[in-house]
């Protein structure tokens, strides 16, 4: 799939806010800092498409941005916070968790997880909650450009034999870097894939 326009759409505090489309989303969350903004970026090949931010945390609302005029990437603020108030918590997990479940154009969440560190509890937890939900969704693994090509494949590994202690079968994964523009066409032509499946 080829990205040739990107454009902000609208930034949402709460499911009922988001555009009145019925156009497919593709909903991207994870810890803060995970590099959710540099892979929306890479993905779009625009820069400037979501602001990236040496602060942590710094996407509080849902943000749609429309692709080819076909679909929706969504934005989602990041789960984890480690400076911000219970209340701001809370608030912030009510209005991810009411788009994942109440959101209808929603056809898929890529979660992402930084490569570098082994399975997170707060990962898996929220990957758990997914698959309860019946939520489709696949992985990210982000920053594959700070490891050597044997610590990354190590590192997958590990985290698919974690998965599977819980999970009859590993769900789809992908292994990027927004440096280097690696996987970009595997989860573009993901999306696509999913896409030509709902005509």
């Known amino acids: 799939m080829d ?7 609208l930034s949402s505090p709460n499911v009922g806010m988001c555009p009145k ?3 497919p989303e593709y909903a991207f969350i994870g810890r803060s800092n995970v590099g959710k903004s540099s892979l929306i970026n890479m993905l779009s090949r625009n820069k400037k498409l979501a602001k990236t931010s040496a602060t942590p945390g710094k996407t509080l ?3 749609h ?3 080819n005029r076909e ?3 969504v934005d989602l603020p990041g789960y984890g916070f480690a ?3 219970k209340s ?3 608030k912030l997990d009510q209005m991810i968790r009411g788009y994942i479940l109440g959101r209808e154009q929603l056809v898929n969440v890529f979660v992402l997880v930084d490569i570098r560190h082994e399975a997170q509890n707060i990962d898996l937890e929220f990957i758990n909650w997914l698959g309860v ?3 489709p969704f696949a992985i990210v693994f982000t920053k594959a450009d700070k490891l050597s090509e044997s610590k990354v494949k190590a590192n997958v590994n590990a985290y698919v034999n974690k998965m599977l202690e819980t999970w009859e079968e590993m769900p789809p994964y992908f292994i990027t870097s927004s440096e280097k523009a690696r996987g970009r066409d595997e989860v573009l032509g993901y999306i696509e894939e999913i896409n030509k499946s709902l005509k």
């Open 71 to 73: 679909w929706y990437l």
């Open 3 to 9: 990205i040739k326009t990107a454009e902000f759409t």
């Open 133 to 135: 939900s019946s939520i």
């Open 65 to 67: 941005f429309l692709m």
């Open 83 to 85: 400076k911000r108030s």
């Open 88 to 90: 701001e918590i809370a």
């Open 61 to 63: 609302l849902i943000n």
């Open 21 to 23: 489309d019925t156009k």
